[in-house]
Nanobody, 116 residues
């Protein structure tokens, strides 16, 4: 079992920045992939960015060039630096962790609101 807790969400004006953090704990097994997803009101949850255990990163086209995902394996942390935020980035942001043996876990989410 893995517990994930996101933090760093909040209210920011368009053009501003936020840094989300996700702390993972509780697993005796190593975490492989980690990622960030988001869900806006009335919309399906969508993938935002991912990072493998080896540090390879990938981004949704909508955030490429504005968001940066990183991780600290020693601390079991993953981060999402969000710059040049837009009102359409408003959503609940979720952290996801996938163990090497395949199980996936989600955090409860953190709200990001971007005002115009």
């Amino acid at each position: 079992q893995v517990q994930l807790v996101e933090s760093g969400g909040g209210l920011v004006q368009a053009g501003g920045s936020l840094r989300l953090s996700c702390a993972a704990s509780g697993s005796r097994f190593s975490i492989n992939d980690m990622g960030w997803y988001r869900q806006a009101p009335g919309k399906q949850r969508e993938w935002v960015a991912g990072i493998t255990g080896g540090g390879y990163t990938n981004y949704a086209n909508s955030v490429k060039g504005r968001f940066t995902i990183s991780r600290d394996n020693a601390k079991n942390m993953v981060y999402l630096q969000m710059n040049s935020l837009k009102p359409e980035d408003t959503a609940v942001y979720y952290c996801k962790a996938v163990l090497y043996r395949g199980e996936a876990f989600w955090g409860p989410g953190t709200q990001v609101t971007v005002s115009s």
